[in-house]
């Protein structure tokens, strides 16, 4: 409705239609010169003026553009009875340009008396109530269109406005939620830090006091001295284990081409520094890009759990989808978890990453020996996991 180009073709449709009523009823008398020059003054004033306002909503404009078109219709309707289509152009004209839909009625009300008045001027008597019918008619039909498309355009103004606060309200979420998942990592690393490495060092802290203090004594005991050394290579070794786990937990694995090359890459570096073969199989072609970063995040953790506690020489990493589930093994063939092992920090962020994209997490002992961790997720649910980018 707000095309001017629509309306420049509607001008010159009704103008187009008052003529050729005119000239299809010769021979040609002052009536038809008169609605014809109106209709050249209604062009004119159209092109310089009224198009321009098409798409505002300036009450002191609208007040112009009701004069206008009243005036224009009742003098052409006055020469000519079949000028009265210039209101099939003036009634819609009105409602696009009215602050309200008060104003809106009023120039309506306005323009059928203009109508009504035309024909009686035009027709005398005998046209009073032509003129009455005519526009009495033409009027509720506009009130009911105008009003029902009002109604519609409020309604969308309405439903635009609450997607907008809808999108507004789904980004303060996102952003929420991406600042929940940076701090629970970073209570989930400082406690993994705490209860491992911090130990650790603690540990080697005091074998080296005591050490230096049996080295120092009247009569030095180097026998313990060198049980409490080699007691600080082991511990040293230990916390180093636990350093390069969890930098392997937490660091990025490009998913730059399939989740298969990057399982692989993360096989090959396990492998490298851990000296633990890993038997690969990835079966999983075309899972979404969400999805195949919680696998490869469960890798990781399954991974990093093989290196802090399994004391393995071989681990297994399966993925496969059927069934619309995708799942997720990782074995090894190491001492397994005990019966009364509480489950770590990593165990308990892995659970709530999967729980997300509505999989569950089970771990427990491996059949024949060993740790075994399974993750199962639906495919279908994929597109209801967080958006972590393409990195790991």
Known sequence: ?????????????????????????????????????????????????????????????????????????????????????????????????????????IANVLLALAVGAGYAVGLGPTGVLPGLGVGALS??????????????????????????????????????????????ERARLAREIHDTIAQSLTGLVMLAQRAERRLDAPSPDVPAARGDLGLIEE???????????????????????????ALGRLAAGFERETGVAVALDVRAPGLDRELEVVLLRASQEGLANVRKHARAAHAALSVEAADGMARLTVRDDGVGPGPDDPPGFGLAGLRDRVALAGGRVTFGPAPGGGAELRVELPVEASDRVPNEGSTA
């Open 1 to 105: 409705m707000l095309n001017r180009r629509w309306w420049d073709l509607a001008a010159v449709a009704v103008s187009a239609v008052v003529v050729t009523f005119g000239l299809v009823f010769p021979p040609y008398g002052p009536r038809d010169w008169g609605s014809w020059s109106v209709v050249a003054a209604f062009l004119l004033v159209y092109v310089g003026y009224l198009r321009w306002r098409v798409g505002s909503e300036d009450p002191r404009h609208h007040v112009a553009i009701t004069a206008i078109l009243v005036a224009v219709v009742f003098a052409g309707t006055a020469f000519d009875s079949g000028a009265a289509t210039l209101q099939a152009f003036a009634y819609p004209f009105l409602w696009i340009t009215a602050p309200s839909t008060k104003r809106a009625i």
């Open 139 to 184: 009027l509720a039909f506009s009130l009911a269109l105008g009003l029902w498309i009002t109604r519609i355009a409020e309604v969308g103004e309405e439903r635009a406005r609450l997607l907008d606060e809808l999108q507004a309200a789904q980004g303060q979420l996102a952003t929420m939620h991406r600042e929940t998942g940076v701090t629970e």
């Open 235 to 261: 511990m040293a070794r230990e916390a180093l284990t636990e350093a390069r786990g969890l930098v392997a937990a937490v660091s990025p694995i490009a998913l730059d081409t399939s989740l298969a090359d």
